[in-house]
């Protein structure tokens, strides 16, 4: 089974600042890597898909990054609505075997 | 509009099975599968299996293996997820997903059901 790191576990920035969270696999996942938000009470929501893609209606200011074991989701200025959970997600085998990260915490310092 | 609509929440005691149901519509149904996915309380996200909307195969986390069921009635676009032999650690919010039916690209899951709570306590 791949397991995903991710790091840190917890980030303290204010808004306007740059946030840049990492995802490590513990073997190739090629680019089959996303990213997802989730506030509480909330169902996750999708931004990066294929480690670099924007998902619909996701502002240019969220940015995906990596292939193979390093990944980085990268928030350019960050948003008050931005503080929130972030996972990370592969996807290997076929049919589909999928794991999540731990997740971040991004929090206002 | 894209939803996933899940039923609601349910309480079970150890050792119980539940069923809970996710109602696709918006988009064509055999062209997408539905995962399911877990996250107890204050935890984080677990996928739990693959479900084809095409043909009804499923693929299941090793973890659930032999615990879960994960079966579709194309005629109401429907999926559902029964986990049998409940224990207290299984309370969580479950979701559905859409996701991905070919292994040639990779979308996400992209649409994501409201989630069900299910409680299991004596």
């Known amino acids: 089974e791949i397991v995903l790191a991710q790091s840190p576990a917890t980030l303290s920035l204010s808004p306007g600042e740059r946030a840049t969270l990492s995802c490590r696999a513990s073997?190739?996942?090629?680019?089959?890597l996303a990213w997802y938000q989730q506030k509480p009470g909330q169902a996750p929501r999708l931004l990066i898909y294929e480690a670099s893609s924007r998902a619909t209606g996701i502002p240019a200011r969220f940015s995906g990054s990596g292939s193979g074991t390093d990944f980085t989701l990268t928030i350019s200025s960050l948003e008050p609505e931005d503080f929130a959970l972030y996972y990370c997600?592969?996807?290997?085998?076929?049919?589909?075997?999928?794991?999540f990260g731990q997740g971040t915490k991004l929090e206002i310092k | 509009q894209v939803q996933l609509v899940q039923s609601g929440p349910e309480v079970k005691k150890p050792g119980a099975s539940v069923k809970v149901s996710c109602k696709a519509s918006?988009?064509?149904?055999?062209?997408?599968?539905i995962n399911w996915v877990r996250q107890a309380p204050g935890q984080g996200l677990e996928w739990m299996g693959w479900s084809s909307g095409f043909n009804g195969d499923t693929n299941y986390a090793q973890k659930f293996q032999g615990r879960v069921t994960m079966t579709t009635d194309a005629s109401t676009n429907t999926v559902y997820m029964a986990l049998r032999d409940l224990r207290s650690d299984d309370t969580a919010v479950y979701y559905c997903a859409r996701g991905e039916l070919d292994d040639y690209y990779y979308s996400g899951m992209d649409v994501w059901g409201q989630g069900t709570t299910v409680t299991v306590s004596s």
């Open positions: 997600l592969q996807r290997s085998n076929w049919p589909p075997e999928y794991t």
């Open positions: 073997q190739s996942v090629g680019s089959y």
């Open positions: 918006g988009y064509t149904f055999i062209n997408y599968a």
